[in-house]
């Protein structure tokens, strides 16, 4: 088989941050819910949030104004929330995702490599039908299929087990340091899209997915 010449098998994939610009979509919908509660969230904050479960991500933001609620007012609060953020991505199109993803999926696909998604995200479907970007998975595991938020590794190991590779032939592509760690804890590389100085457990780190070639992926992977 093809795969068996490259050290890596399989690329999976979170979507947020990583594939398409819909954080910014998520942190509009968290402030909308914080100026309603009467207080201040800024982007700063919204940081915390990356990579972080939906309900988790309410009790960050309810820390930050100082809020305390009972557990039935708080999932009210996180469904207000997800639906606002589901009426801004049902807006969203191609334009959204991030430069070089589409480039480097499309050399992905053409050398044989497996696709995954590995996304906390429950609408993780409408993001990717919108971007027209479902038929370049060879899986999709989203929030809707684990029940464990990353660090867990759950939702790659999972993508591993769908397209058939063993975790050490793995490389995740990730925004996030939770990310990076549930990527670490299944056994898999790890590539950080953002920051070094935040992704610090990262293998190596690039600004976004322009910066990658499945050649340079080759490279940065032999070299560890």
């Given amino acids: 088989m093809e795969a068996k010449n490259h050290p890596i098998q399989a690329c999976l994939f979170d979507l947020d941050g990583v594939l398409v610009d819909t954080a910014k979509y ?28 939906r309900m988790a991500s309410l009790d960050i933001l ?11 007012t708080k999932i009210a609060l996180a469904e207000k929330k997800n639906n606002w953020y589901v009426d801004y991505i049902s807006k969203m199109d191609a334009s959204e995702i991030l430069p070089g993803s589409l480039a480097f999926l499309q050399e ?16 993780a479907m409408t993001i ?13 595991i989203d929030g809707t299929k684990t029940s464990n938020a990353k660090p867990d590794p759950e ?10 590779v063993d975790p050490e032939h793995c490389v995740v592509f990730e ?13 898999m590389r790890s590539i950080g899209i953002g920051s070094a100085d935040t ?26």
């Fill in 175 to 187: 925004d996030a340091e939770a990310g990076i760690e549930a990527a670490i804890r299944a056994g």
């Fill in 26 to 53: 998520h942190f509009l919908a968290w402030k909308r819910l914080a100026d309603e509660l009467g207080f201040e969230f800024t982007e700063n904050d919204n940081e915390r949030l990356k990579g972080v479960s």
């Fill in 108 to 123: 992905l696909k053409e050398r044989g490599i497996k696709i995954a998604l590995g996304s906390a995200s429950k609408n």
């Fill in 155 to 164: 939702v790659f190991v999972l993508g591993a087990q769908e397209v058939q």
């Fill in 62 to 72: 309810l820390s930050v104004g100082n809020v305390q609620l009972d557990e039935e």
């Fill in 128 to 140: 990717l039908n919108n971007a027209n970007l479902v038929p370049y998975f060879d899986a999709i």
């Fill in 199 to 224: 992704l610090t457990q990262a293998e190596y780190v690039v600004s976004s997915l322009a910066e990658m070639s499945v050649e340079k992926l080759q490279q940065i992977m032999s070299n560890k």
